[in-house]
T-cell receptor, first 112, second 108 residues
């Protein structure tokens, strides 16, 4: 079985731009969650989707949004980028959300 | 929110040595998972361990949910064990809260 796939691996953007990150979960997994990792704040939960519905959201501003498609693939979008959005964004999948989580390799976003 | 504390924050080991990493959490949780972050940033799930003891090769983990802690044992450490180990607890609705990690360096 293929693992969790995230694209792109690296992104460089400038302040004010927007960005879309993609995540393909393990086949058969319907829950996809997103996490942000920074040196200062560590790993923080962004949101979780199941069957195209956002079930949970972390404490992030509305500039961070996401969606899930019928094939369980997920995208997250960050609008009006700020320097502080520079981070490693990790996606994880599991069958229903309560089991062992499997993570992708992440997207490293740099905002200049 | 729930607090997750890991100790020690940094650990330097001689190859072949054994070590224990500890994770304390502040409230009841649905489950607990241990991860190893490799140099490329990927989080590898080592254990899904809401309670009890599990072993996987040279690694084993124990969670005592009633006392709100978990331990990760590394035996006969190898240089490939280097990296950051994260404890994460699942609470509320399917969200993980992570500790700050244990940075482990294994010296040949």
């Amino acid at each position: 079985k293929a693992g969790v796939t995230q694209t792109p691996r690296y992104l460089i953007k400038t302040r004010g731009q927007q960005v879309t990150l993609s995540c393909s979960p393990i086949s058969g997994h319907r829950s996809v969650s997103w996490y942000q990792q920074t040196p200062g704040q560590g790993l923080q939960f962004l949101f979780e989707y199941f069957s195209e519905t956002q079930r949970n959201k972390g404490n992030f501003p509305g500039r961070f949004s996401g969606r899930q498609f019928s094939n369980s693939r997920s995208e997250m979008n960050v609008s009006t980028l700020e320097l502080g959005d520079s981070a490693l964004y990790l996606c994880a999948s599991s069958p229903t959300g309560v089991e062992k989580l499997f993570f992708g390799s992440g997207t490293q976003l740099s905002v200049l | 929110g729930i607090q997750v504390e890991q100790s020690p924050p940094d650990l330097i080991l001689q190859e072949g040595a054994n070590s224990t990493l500890r994770c304390n959490f502040s409230d009841s949780v649905n489950n607990l998972q241990w991860f190893h972050q490799n140099p490329w940033g990927q989080l590898i799930n080592l254990f899904y361990i809401p309670s009890g003891t599990k072993q996987n090769g040279r690694l084993s983990a124990t969670t005592v949910a009633t006392e709100r802690y978990s331990l990760l044992y590394i035996s006969s450490s190898q240089t490939t064990d280097s990296g950051v180990y994260f404890c994460a607890v699942m609470y509320g609705n399917n969200r993980l809260a992570f500790g700050k990690g244990n940075q482990v360096v294994v010296i040949p």
